[in-house]
Structure formats: structure tokens, C-alpha cells
């Protein structure tokens, strides 16, 4: 049916399941249709040759504008808590407050930074960010269906924006929430816009009933796209869910987060750097028969 899902990256702990769920997403048809998405390390790579790629913070971090000690602080916050963030043997309520605190000083940190708006586009185009293999066709295929493409995002919103932008890709069916930038009369960062996004808060809680979310109650099918445990929570904003797909890529620490992923993912993507397989099902979702 789709051969992607035959690539030796692909795992599913019930393959019948999801081959269910897939034809039942073609059946309803595109107009009931949602792509809900994180967006670091998931629409974006995770690595390139061998090198780690950066998140959308990571490209502040590591621009030309932050300040060496700047740089030495914001470093050592994300050896601190990273692997506190992917531990699997803390629970949710341990993490949290931990997230709270790591967003918190990091954002404090690069508030002091004199980081000018007029900056981020620069900023990006000197950034090693990628976007997957074979995102023009993710994008594209969406944009052409009238497919709503919601970007779910604890990283900095307008660097992903800009990203998109910047890769030709920002169509207008694509809806981001994430940490957006406060910028004052003369376009320095003074802080961040609330509420804030962290990791483990990416449900309800900070949507609030947005109009965007009562607009897509009628889209009743979803394919949501992550990388982390904390983007499972993603769609519980959506009302009426009849067909979800949950497709996860697991970057890091594969053998030790295999099985945590397998029971929560229905697709997990084994150190896949290509967005083959949700292209595989999307034009699977789209060919009329
Ligand atoms: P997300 O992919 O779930 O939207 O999360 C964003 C990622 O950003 C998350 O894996 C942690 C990472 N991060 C940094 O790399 N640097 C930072 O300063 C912060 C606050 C987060
Ligand atoms: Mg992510």
C-alpha cells in the first residue's frame, strides 16, 4: 500500500493498526484532513554529516550576536537540562517545573543580549538549520490539498518562521504557535510573549480554545508529527478526533527510548533524517481511486 513504510527505519508495534487508521484517513477524505506538527528536530534535522543540527534556539545561541560568556551560560543551562528533559525514568510532573525553569533562564539570558529584529532573517541564513530531506513535497503536497498544517512549537517563533520563509514554504494554510519574540519601539528584545512553551505544556493549557483550534473541530482527522514524548499531547485540543496517526522520530538514544516510543507512536522513525515516510502516506491520503 505504501512502500515507504517498508524502509528499515520504520517501526510499529502494531502494523495492522496503523494500516487501519491510514486507510480509514483516506476514506474520510482530504477535506477532514489536519497535519498537526512540532517543529525542531522534527520538520528539522537532527543531524547532517555526522554533526548535530541546531533548534531554533540553538541558532540564536550560537549567532555572531550573542556574547561569549552569553554563549558559555546558554550552554551549560542546555547541558544541565537536556538530558534532564529526554531522561525517561523522571516523570512529567519531575520535568516540568525543570522546563519552566530552563526556558525561563534561557530566554532571561538572550533578553540581555541586544538581539535586533531586524537581525533573525540574517541570523538564520548563517545557521546550519535544515529542514528534512524532502520537506518541499510535505509542504507542497498540503498547501496544494488545502490540508491545515499547525505548527506546534516550544522553540522561537519567529526563527522558525523565518526558516520556512527563507526555504520558500511558508504557505498560507500553516499556523504556528510557539515563544514568540517581544521586540521594543527600536527593535531590541526585551523578552519573550506569553504564555510560555516548554516541552511538556504543549496541550490545552496553552491554546486556551484559540478561534485557529474551534475552526479545526470539523477536521477530524489528524496526523501529528514529533519527536519528543511531550508532542503526544499535541491534538488534545482538538474536540472531535475520529482518526489519529501519531508518527514520532526518534533521534537520540535509540535503544534506550525504543520502547516508550513504540507504545506511544503508532509510526517510529529510526534515525530518519527524511520525511519519506509521511509523504509516502500523504500521497497515499491524496490519490483519488
Ligand atoms: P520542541 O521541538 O518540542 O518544540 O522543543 C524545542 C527544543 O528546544 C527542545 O528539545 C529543547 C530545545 N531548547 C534548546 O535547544 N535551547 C534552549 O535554550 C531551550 C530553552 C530549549
Ligand atoms: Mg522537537
Redesign the pocket.
Known amino acids: 500500500m505504501i512502500v515507504e513504510l517498508d524502509k528499515t527505519t520504520v517501526r510499529m508495534k502494531n502494523p495492522d493498526h496503523v494500516r487501519g487508521i491510514i486507510s480509514s484517513i483516506k476514506k474520510d477524505g482530504v477535506n477532514k484532513l489536519q497535519v498537526i506538527s512540532?517543529?525542531?528536530?522534527?520538520l528539522s534535522r537532527f543531524g547532517w554529516n555526522g554533526r548535530r543540527c541546531?533548534?531554533?534556539?540553538?541558532i540564536?545561541?550560537n549567532s555572531q550576536v550573542i556574547t561569549e560568556e552569553g554563549k558559555k551560560q546558554?550552554k551549560d543551562?542546555?547541558h544541565y537540562?537536556?538530558p534532564i528533559?529526554?531522561d525517561p525514568n523522571r516523570t512529567l510532573e519531575e520535568k516540568c517545573p525543570l522546563?519552566v525553569e530552563?526556558?525561563t533562564?534561557?530566554?532571561d539570558l538572550?533578553s540581555q543580549q541586544k538581539i535586533l529584529k531586524g537581525d533573525i532573517a540574517q541570523i538564520v541564513k548563517e545557521s546550519e538549520v535544515m529542514l528534512r530531506e524532502g520537506f518541499n513535497e510535505f509542504f507542497d503536497q498540503l498547501h496544494k490539498n488545502n490540508v491545515p498544517l499547525f505548527i506546534?512549537?516550544?522553540?522561537v517563533g519567529d526563527i522558525l518562521e523565518e526558516i520556512i520563509r527563507q526555504a520558500n514554504v511558508f504557505h498560507p494554510n500553516i499556523n504556528v504557535v510557539?515563544n514568540y519574540m517581544d521586540f521594543d519601539d527600536n527593535g531590541i528584545l526585551r523578552g519573550f510573549k506569553r504564555p510560555l512553551?516548554?516541552?511538556y505544556n504543549?496541550n490545552n493549557t496553552v491554546l486556551n480554545n484559540t478561534e485557529y483550534f474551534q475552526q479545526l473541530s470539523t477536521k477530524t482527522s489528524i496526523i501529528l508529527l514529533?519527536?519528543?514524548m511531550?508532542?503526544l499531547t499535541m491534538a488534545d485540543g482538538v474536540t472531535n478526533v475520529k482518526n489519529i496517526l501519531k508518527i514520532g522520530f526518534l533521534n537520540d538514544k535509540v535503544e534506550e527510548h525504543r520502547g516508550k516510543y513504540l507504545e506511544s507512536y503508532d509510526i517510529v522513525l529510526e534515525r530518519d533524517e527524511t520525511l519519506d515516510v509521511v509523504n509516502g502516506i500523504l500521497r497515499y491520503t491524496f490519490i483519488e481511486t
Open positions: 512540532d517543529f525542531d528536530m522534527t541546531p533548534t531554533s534556539h540553538n540564536l545561541d546558554l543551562l542546555l537540562y537536556y528533559e529526554i522546563m530552563w526556558w533562564r534561557a530566554h538572550l506546534f512549537s516550544a522553540g510557539s512553551i516548554h516541552t504543549k514529533g519527536d519528543s511531550g508532542d
